[in-house]
């Protein structure tokens, strides 16, 4: 009896059978990558023209706005709350949908700033007109209105400080020139100082550092010569140590974080950092941080500026920008003879 298996017409039948299962696997593999390219691209399709919506409808609401923003003189829009909510609820929508559409249009957000400052709402104006200097430096209404915020915050030299920049971009502003002139004239400079258990905003901190050398430019500028400038850098008590250490204690991140932030918002600004200790003499070998020791109160302090440098640096801020020093007993600040005085860190531009 002969092996089937080998038999040609059966072989033959068997390739053909095989073929047309391969043939339909193949066809039916074909159509289902094509049917899910095809879902693919109704898909692309679909977020293509829903973006192309929001983008359409977020720059409605942007022209809408600035077109109700523009229907009435400015000094009778101040008198109509309802339209100044209209405006603002246009302006917010438009950026809801539409998140960067300041870096395209910073004109944008410095009218939802202007709108913002109108209502009271000054912190978040003040965002605004911050993310419009960023954006675009030489927007001399954002300029003005963040030194005019800054005037009523009591923060002159920062107030100063926008002023002369807006004179800058239009040398004919005269209201910008008359407020600085007279900032320039009746203000001052003061050393800005901050207890255990408060804060200095990043604002305030700003301020104190720049405040200085802004008065004396505007000074030169107007060639006012009557006062001298007062002192200005910050004392920060709530920046404090353990017993005889460098090693910060926990409740000083807080100040330290704000500090980090406002050095991150302001690179032109450098920063001196002054450590300082009680006059209580150190009588015997402190480590004062891992591998480090001191015998003496001038090396304790300067080790604690360190120590502030470190954490500004490990939260990015390069070390080229702050240099450290220690005063130790020279210029105590926390005296044996006053219970309870804490040693503080000082800060200048």
């Not at 007279?182 to 804060?199: F, Y």
């Not at 450098?270 to 015998?295: A, M, Q």
């Amino acid at each position: 009896m002969k092996n089937s298996t080998y038999n040609p017409i059966i072989l033959f039948k068997s390739i053909m059978v095989q073929s047309k299962i391969d043939h339909r696997l193949n066809k039916s593999k074909a159509f289902n990558i094509l049917k899910t390219f095809l879902h693919v691209l109704i898909l692309m399709i679909s977020i293509i023209f829903t973006f192309q919506a929001h983008a359409i409808d977020c720059r409605q609401h942007m022209n809408i706005g600035s077109d109700l923003h523009l229907s009435k003189p400015r000094a009778d829009l101040n008198n109509d709350s309802q339209l100044m909510i209209k405006i603002k609820n246009h302006y917010e929508r438009a950026l809801k949908l539409c998140p960067d559409l300041c870096y395209e249009k910073p004109a944008l957000c410095n009218n939802l700033g202007d709108i913002y400052l109108r209502m009271g709402m000054t912190d978040k104006a003040l965002i605004f007109f911050k993310k419009v200097i960023q954006i675009k430096p030489s927007t001399g209404e954002a300029l003005f209105e963040l030194g005019s915020i800054y005037e009523q915050k009591q923060l002159f030299g920062s107030s100063l400080d926008y002023y002369l920049r807006a004179i800058e971009v239009n040398p004919n502003d005269i209201e910008a020139k008359e407020r600085a002139k007279n900032l320039a004239k009746n203000q001052n400079c003061s050393v800005r100082s901050v207890e255990k258990g408060e804060k200095l905003s990043q604002e305030q901190i700003r301020d104190a550092l720049i405040c200085q050398k802004t008065f004396q430019k505007a000074r030169k500028i107007f060639k006012l010569k009557h006062r001298a400038i007062g002192l200005s850098y910050v004392i920060l008590r709530n920046i404090s140590f353990e017993i005889g250490s460098a090693k910060l204690n926990y409740d000083s991140y807080d100040q330290l974080k704000l500090l980090s932030s406002m050095m991150l918002e302001n690179p032109d600004i450098n920063l001196s950092i002054d450590g300082h200790t009680d006059d209580l003499p150190v009588k015997r070998s402190l480590e004062v941080i891992p591998g480090k020791f001191c015998t003496s109160n001038e090396c304790l302090s300067k080790a604690r500026a360190e120590s502030v440098q470190a954490y500004l640096n490990k939260h990015g801020i390069s070390t080229y920008r702050m240099n450290t020093k220690g005063y130790g007993s020279t210029k105590p600040f926390a005296p044996k003879h006053v219970p309870g005085c804490v040693p503080s860190v000082n800060l200048r531009k």
